[in-house]
């Protein structure tokens, strides 16, 4: 199914699942109109995440007293924050993401033979990672909705409203904006994976440029290759600045679900369906954060090879103002190109990763050990 597949298959994909909310940046020469309608939809699914995240937001305060409760309502008020965060940062970075994103699908059309198997190669390699997330999303959104179906709830969700909600049409309406905003948060949530499609696209300019650096035949080629190099690194600069507030974003709030997860799964006398539930978002957590953790260190790795192609071309036969020039490419390859946010966000990289598993599972060890205790008391 996801075999043979091109760098254009892929950015259609991406923004297929980003068509619900319009957050994929519209070509430069766009008609006016069309700008202006664009924002307005999206301010409106701003509105309607808004109006379900008040709605659970009543729900804690109604239920200060039950944990559980409170604990579901804030497990659905997670995407919701992260939906609304998405789009504030889509339209705050709107011209950053307009260029680099309008670089890379400018980039695609251009490809020859050999930068097109390189870049099959990448996608051979994450397709099923982030083609299988996009498709969970959406089946979660989907699972949540027909939630009435399995669980003892008339909606989707828990969220109270000051106001009858039980009586048509009003019955009917609050369901239908539930649904809504459940499908916003799947495609709002898939733009991690365009963020990340951002980070892949800049680490394939790179081995391609590491690449060309080892078939160089003389001067011309090698000026060419400095020049890609500089144009490069303001390329990474820009999508570094607009990957930090998602990164940023999507790690805290999915912290915060899987701790919620976590007092659910603990708790006793849930029902079946409501694990599953809980198991599946467990899942999206994770994947969520190792989908910038994994191109974020991939980057790191293929920047250093860049140095290390230089290192290996005849340098030593060119004259001294072309070795210099090569002296400054290796001296900016030493200084790795990171996605961190100082005080807020450490670099992230596999190893991130890996503690932050370490972290989550050790958390939920302790509040364990902590309930099964309080119980034994009992």
Avoid at 71 to 99: D, E, G, Q, W
Avoid at 232 to 249: I, N, Q, S
Avoid at 258 to 276: A, E
Avoid at 362 to 369: D, E, N, V
Wanted: aromatic letters at 10%.
């Amino acid at each position: 199914m996801w075999k043979n597949l091109t760098l254009k298959n892929v950015i259609a994909t991406v923004k297929l699942s980003l068509f619900i909310n319009c957050s994929w940046p519209l070509p430069t020469n766009t008609i006016k109109l069309k700008v202006v309608c664009v924002a307005l939809y999206q301010y409106l699914c701003l509105f309607l995440t808004l109006g379900l995240t008040v709605g659970l937001c009543n729900t804690v305060r109604n239920h200060l007293d039950d944990p559980i409760i409170m604990a579901k309502s804030i497990i659905i008020i997670c995407p919701t924050m992260h939906t609304m965060c998405n789009i504030v940062f889509c339209k705050i970075n709107s011209y950053r993401l307009r260029l680099v994103t309008y670089e890379m699908e400018n980039f695609c059309e251009l490809l020859n033979s050999h930068e097109e198997a390189i870049v099959r190669q990448y996608i051979d390699r994450c397709v099923h990672f982030y083609g299988g997330s996009i498709l969970w999303l959406y089946l979660s959104a989907i699972f949540v909705i027909t939630g009435p179906v399995t669980l003892d709830q008339p909606f989707p969700t828990n969220a109270e409203y000051p106001f009858d909600i039980y009586h048509q049409p009003m019955k009917f309406i609050i369901f239908i904006h539930q649904a809504i905003v459940c499908m916003q948060c799947a495609s709002q949530l898939c733009t991690n994976v365009f963020i990340a499609l951002l980070l892949w696209f800049t680490s394939v300019r790179f081995e391609l440029l590491a690449e060309e650096l080892r078939t160089i035949i003389d001067v011309h080629d090698l000026v060419k290759c400095i020049q890609k190099h500089q144009k490069l690194l303001k390329y990474a600069d820009e999508v570094v600045t607009v990957v930090r507030p998602f990164a940023l974003t999507a790690i805290s709030l999915s912290t915060l679900a899987l701790i919620i997860i976590g007092i659910i799964l603990i708790t006793q006398g849930q029902p079946l369906s409501m694990k599953i539930q809980c198991i599946g978002l467990i899942f999206s957590g994770l994947s969520e954060v190792f989908m910038y953790t994994w191109p974020a260190e991939h980057l790191i790795h293929i920047n250093s090879e860049v140095g290390q192609a230089v290192f290996n071309t005849q340098w030593y036969k060119l004259s001294i103002a072309v070795q210099k020039s090569l002296q400054v490419i290796m001296q900016k390859t030493q200084k790795p190109i990171v996605v961190a946010i100082p005080c807020l966000m450490p670099s992230l990289s596999l190893n991130y990763y890996a503690s932050y598993l370490s972290t989550i599972f050790s958390f939920f060890t302790t509040l364990r050990m902590v309930i099964e205790n309080s119980q034994d008391e009992e």
